[in-house]
């Protein structure tokens, strides 16, 4: 039987400014999809609804993955790394994770020359849906 811990986790007050980062991660695949920030509002959201909810620093207020494009994040599983200040979300993606239409945020490789290679197809084109 696994143990279990009676801890408050994750640490927000570890992070900066209340924020943890998130890394989300195709739960069949285990290919990483994208990194997000969290304060304890997103995550009580997350565990609450089963959907992604992270902190955008950018517009300073919570994020709904999807609210905008419809490309949520079911969650399937939430851990907590080993010093409670990193956030691992195995998630169900439906639609693109990346704004700029990919299925991932880590569509570009960095070759050992330095030089820059997209080796996959946008799923969608950003224009059609960031209105």
């Given at each position: 039987?696994?143990?279990?811990?009676?801890?408050?986790?994750?640490?927000?007050?570890?992070?900066?400014?209340?924020?943890?980062?998130?890394i989300a991660?195709?739960?069949?695949?285990?290919?990483?999809?994208?990194?997000?920030?969290?304060?304890?509002?997103?995550?009580?959201?997350?565990?609450?609804?089963?959907?992604?909810?992270?902190?955008?620093?950018?517009?300073?207020?919570?994020?709904?993955?999807?609210?905008?494009s419809g490309?949520?994040?079911?969650?399937?599983?939430?851990?907590?790394?080993?010093?409670?200040?990193?956030?691992?979300?195995?998630?169900?993606?439906?639609?693109?994770?990346?704004?700029?239409?990919?299925?991932?945020?880590?569509?570009?490789?960095?070759?050992?020359?330095?030089s820059i290679?997209?080796?996959?197809?946008?799923?969608?084109?950003?224009?059609?849906?960031?209105?």
């Open positions: 039987m696994p143990a279990t811990e009676s801890v408050e986790l994750p640490d927000f007050a570890a992070g900066v400014d209340g924020l943890l980062p998130v991660q195709d739960h069949a695949s285990g290919r990483v999809l994208m990194m997000a920030w969290m304060n304890p509002e997103a995550w009580g959201e997350t565990l609450r609804t089963g959907q992604a909810c992270y902190f955008s620093r950018s517009r300073r207020r919570l994020w709904r993955k999807g609210e905008t490309h949520r994040q079911r969650v399937v599983k939430a851990q907590v790394d080993c010093d409670a200040d990193c956030i691992l979300l195995q998630v169900e993606q439906i639609g693109a994770a990346c704004h700029e239409g990919y299925a991932s945020c880590f569509f570009r490789t960095v070759n050992p020359d330095l290679a997209i080796e996959e197809s946008r799923l969608v084109d950003p224009a059609e849906v960031y209105r």
